[in-house]
């Protein structure tokens, strides 16, 4: 028993020991080490900060306004493809952080969008402004003065790495103001010839009620939502793209009749299908066409098939969905 009791209070001397050897340990590391991130970008350690968390709000804050300096009320965002990674560590008392410099590399190769509007003519660019309400004004001048080519006007929102020239308001209504001709020749959209269709980036994200159900047109993979920008656009993303294998088949997403069907630009082959009270839908990057101009189509009735036609980086569809010209998030009404 008296060896038992000896070797228990050997045993807790020991444990003793090691409890405070730990602590002093401890506080040789606190007084020589300070706990501290290190900031890594591009796989290079380029400093040390203290709170990464105020580091990283400082650069999410540029990012989106820019810094004190920037006057231009244009500038949407500024784009910085690499971000920096953070990660704990023991530093030495007496090296010093520096989180400025630090700040100042991540930023260094930022690139700034600008947002303004565009005036368009039949599709084409003619008139740049700086904010919407002015491009409203534009449009409600012409209304006023019964521009001829007020139903091809349209306005776009662009974001662009540098700023076109902007036009005032009545020198923008001079330049685009259209004089009714004493004999006008009807000049309608023959459609069931294969018409235009128009493709102006005229966006909106709300969702309004279409007076028709949608069912999907493929299965496949989102790979590019609406809204979205990107580096082979001019704009924002007036579709969705659903990726899928060449070839599968595509089905009209609802009953209507086919307005054109053929090689639409950017869109490569493309059908549209006009489904009444000014719905159309849009169905491009197609590497086959298989309804026509004119043919009356039920919902689920193929009209083409999957490609990379067009300004495409792979196999998809993409799927607009507009109402009087004016393109909504298909994902509102299917997918």
Excluded: W
């Amino acid at each position: 028993m008296k060896k038992i009791f000896i070797q228990i209070r050997t045993l807790v001397k020991f444990a003793l020991l090691i409890t405070i050897s730990i602590f002093l340990i401890l506080g040789v590391v606190a007084i020589v080490y300070k706990p501290i991130y290190s900031v890594t970008l591009n796989g290079e350690v380029i400093g040390y900060c203290k709170d990464k968390s105020k580091l990283q709000a400082r650069i999410n804050n540029y990012m989106e306004h820019g810094d004190e300096s920037t006057e231009n009320s244009n500038l949407a965002f500024i784009s910085i493809d690499k971000l920096p990674s953070y990660k704990m560590c023991l530093l030495k008392r007496g090296i010093n952080t520096n989180d400025e410099e630090i700040f100042n590399i991540v930023i260094k190769n930022g690139i700034p969008y600008y947002k303004y509007y565009a005036i368009l003519d039949d599709d084409d660019e003619k008139i740049y402004v700086s904010n919407f309400k002015k491009a409203e004004k534009i449009i409600k001048k012409l209304k006023e003065k019964e521009s001829n080519n007020i139903k091809d006007i349209s306005i776009v929102e662009k974001y662009e790495k540098k700023l076109k020239d902007f036009t005032d308001v009545d020198t923008a209504v001079s330049k685009l103001y259209e004089k009714k001709p004493v004999v006008r020749v009807a000049a309608t959209k023959n459609y069931s010839s294969g018409g235009r269709v128009s493709t102006a980036r005229n966006m909106s994200r709300s969702k309004i009620n279409l007076g028709l159900s949608l069912s999907k047109p493929i299965s496949g993979t989102i790979s590019s939502r609406f809204g979205s920008m990107s580096r082979v656009r001019s704009g924002a993303h007036t579709g969705l793209d659903i990726a899928a294998p060449y070839g599968t088949k595509i089905k009209a997403a609802a009953p209507g009749k086919v307005v054109f069907a053929g090689y639409k630009g950017a869109y490569g082959k493309m059908i549209a299908i006009d489904h009444g009270n000014g719905v159309m839908t849009y169905y491009g990057h197609c590497s086959s066409l298989i309804a026509s101009v004119g043919q009356k189509v039920s919902q689920g009735t193929i009209i083409a098939a999957v490609g990379s036609t067009g300004n495409s980086t792979g196999n998809h569809l993409h799927l607009e969905i507009r109402v009087n010209g004016v393109a909504y998030n298909p994902q509102n009404y299917v997918y």
